[in-house]
């Protein structure tokens, strides 16, 4: 069974960045899907951004494109989400989540594919 835990959320002023980190511990994370999500409150949880185990494929939330990108190194265990152009809207608890057996897909966006969450960093922006 794999752990994650997210790091690097903060307060930033819109318009600024910010890098989180998604580190698995227990199993390799080349096996396994992972998708960025966030919450703010009040709201649904939503997709951000997927990468493929290879870190070939990679989808965006319409949201975000162009202003966030996934990578991932999988000789570190690790997911990344670099968040740049961040706006007041962008706030929000960001969670990673990674599956060992989803097939790479439109099922991607959709958080009832995963089996495993991190307990989530929190971002906030100001304006």
């Known amino acids: 069974q794999v752990q994650l835990v997210e790091s690097g959320g903060g307060l930033v002023q819109a318009g600024g960045s910010l890098r989180l980190s998604c580190v698995a511990s227990g199993r390799t994370l080349s096996y396994y899907v992972v998708g960025w999500f966030r919450q703010a409150p009040g709201k649904e949880r939503e997709f951000v951004a997927a990468i493929s185990r290879s870190g070939g494929s990679t989808d965006y939330a319409d949201s975000v494109k162009g202003r966030f990108t996934i990578s991932r190194d999988n000789a570190k265990n690790t997911v990344y989400l670099q968040m740049n152009s961040l706006k007041p809207e962008d706030a929000a608890v960001y969670y990673c989540?990674?599956?060992?057996?989803?097939?790479?897909?439109?099922?991607?966006?959709?958080?009832?594919?995963?089996?495993?969450w991190g307990q989530g960093t929190q971002v906030t922006v100001s304006s």
């Open positions: 989540a990674a599956d060992p057996s989803l097939y790479y897909s439109i099922v991607v966006s959709r958080p009832e594919s995963y089996d495993y």
